[in-house]
């Protein structure tokens, strides 16, 4: 069986896109047909039409992007990630919001010594599974060192410094049960061994979650680890300039270091 990574565009967005359209549109029609003359509520109806209709061929364009099939780009952003692992391999480390297992399972079959647990609360935005993971875990021959557990990032069930390395992708900003981002990266942080390492990508250059790339290195420095770095993932030139909107991969960046 092939693995079943998804798509960071979820079927259920485009799904809930397509159902506004239709329902807009039906709402128009009626209108129109009942009325038989163009009010200011028709217009109204129109332009609202017409936004869905933007962001459904927005969403489907960035959807081709992200997919393996496509542009590749959930797999290059994922590759940034990994590139910046500084680990030999030994010991036991954790995926905050794990998703599908991509980068759970891509870090088992690069480290074959390792043990990795990947954790996700598996909410209904997304359309992945615990099942799936370990569906996955399975294609790829991994599934004896993989784990996955249901938990939120904001309250990882593990004692303080468990883990060799801890690794995060795109995950900390959609906690919601955690009012403040940094309040999350805290919470990864906390479960990294002694000497251990860290690599965190997210939205790291949206201010009024993280301040500036200074003051987000200085807010890690503060939580007691001893060395951090920060990149601009999203300058790498190979994502496309549309997918470079804040709320898309325009705010990405990465921090690395030891604690
Ligand atoms: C953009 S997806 C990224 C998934 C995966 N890291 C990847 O790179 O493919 C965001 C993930 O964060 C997870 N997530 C959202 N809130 C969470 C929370 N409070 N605790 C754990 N995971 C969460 C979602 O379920 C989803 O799998």
């Known amino acids: 069986m092939k693995p079943l990574y998804g798509n960071w565009i979820s079927n259920r967005m485009l799904k809930t896109l397509m159902f506004l359209i239709i329902l807009t549109g ?75 297992g991509a980068l759970t399972i891509e870090i088992a079959k690069r480290y074959p010594a390792a043990n990795i647990i990947g954790i996700d609360n598996w909410g209904k935005k997304w359309d992945y599974t615990k099942r799936q993971c370990e569906a996955n875990a399975q294609a790829e021959g991994v599934i004896g060192r993989t784990t996955f557990q249901q938990a939120s990032a904001s309250k990882l069930p593990f004692p303080d410094e468990t883990f060799d390395l801890v690794v995060s992708n795109l995950t900390f900003h959609e906690v919601i049960d955690s009012k403040c981002k940094l309040d999350v990266v805290k919470e990864a942080l906390r479960v990294v061994k002694r000497g251990g390492k860290f690599v965190f990508q997210d939205l790291f250059l949206i201010k009024q979650y993280y301040g500036t790339p200074c003051q987000l290195k200085e807010a890690v420095v503060a939580m007691g680890i001893n060395t951090v770095e920060f990149v601009n993932t999203c300058a790498s030139p190979w994502i496309p300039k549309a997918l470079r909107l804040p709320f898309m991969v325009g705010t990405l960046g990465l921090i690395h270091g030891e604690k």
């Open 26 to 100: 039906g709402i128009e029609t009626i209108l129109l047909i009942s009325q038989s003359r163009w009010t200011m509520l028709n217009l109204i109806l129109a332009l609202v039409l017409i936004v869905f209709l933007v962001c459904l061929i927005y969403f489907y364009r960035a959807r081709w992007w992200f997919d393996v099939n496509g542009g590749n780009i959930q797999n290059k952003i994922l590759d940034l990630l990994i590139s910046h692992i500084e680990w030999d391999g030994n010991g036991v480390a954790l995926d905050i919001g794990c998703g599908s």
